[in-house]
């Protein structure tokens, strides 16, 4: 993602590649079914009256607004390094009554104090890390979760489908490529994120996803 330095020369991948496009992200979101998948990520979350929720990589804000519509009363903020993202993410809480709160900032580096959280959710965002940002972010997680608290994730699954020959091709992006399920999860592991886990896989118009959990 390639960012305005919001803190310190820091960058980042917009939404749709590049920021000109980013109009075109929640029409392209809608297209692909992602809206579907927010919800299947909502249900695992299992989330309850009165807890915390963090969104990390928040984008304009569609898995809080679906959260919102859905209920149950909770206390939701939605980070991004984004701001013209979080400026749309805002304006639809706004025109909902949706209190959620948008704040700009890096995964890497939570505005949120030790143990604050009862759920962190991620939608499509961390394949967008490299390596050792991916690393920060998780640390990150674990650091603002609240013991017993959870992780919940879906990202696109980069595991390379096979050709007619029965080989496996390249993806395309090396991001995407180190987006696989053992790769996650060993990262969770790392992190120091417990009980790692893949809890679902599937595919949609744009290829396969996964599931993933952890806990604090």
């Known amino acids: 993602m390639t960012e305005t330095p919001a803190r310190g020369q820091r ?3 917009p939404a749709m590649g590049k920021h000109w496009l980013l109009p075109l992200y929640d029409p392209f979101t809608r297209l692909a079914g ?10 695992r ?7 915390r929720v963090l969104e990390i990589g928040c984008g304009t804000g569609n898995l809080l607004t679906s959260l919102g519509r ?29 209190p959620i709160r948008y704040e700009q ?30 690393l920060r972010a998780l640390r990150e997680v674990r650091r603002v979760l609240r ?26 992006h090396p991001l995407v490529a180190a987006s696989v399920p053992e790769r996650v999860l060993a990262a969770l592991a790392e992190a120091g994120l417990t009980n790692p886990t893949m809890t ?12 993933y959990r952890a806990e604090r």
């Open 147 to 172: 013991p017993g608290g959870q992780l919940h994730i879906v990202d696109v699954d980069g595991t390379p489908p096979e050709d007619a020959s029965g080989r496996g091709r390249k993806p395309r």
């Open 105 to 134: 900032a890096f995964a890497g580096e939570l505005p949120l104090p030790d143990a604050d959280v009862d759920r962190v959710l991620s939608a499509f965002m961390l394949h967008h890390l490299d390596e050792g940002e991916r």
């Open 200 to 211: 679902g896989r599937d595919t949609f118009r744009f290829g396969a996803y996964a599931f």
């Open 34 to 43: 992602v809206g579907r998948i927010h919800k299947q990520l909502l249900d």
């Open 45 to 51: 979350a299992d989330l309850r009256a009165g807890q």
């Open 70 to 98: 859905r209920g149950p009363d909770v206390d939701a903020v939605g980070i991004d390094p984004d701001p013209a993202a979080l400026r749309r993410a805002r304006r639809k809480a706004a025109r909902r009554g949706l």
């Open 11 to 13: 960058h980042y991948l």
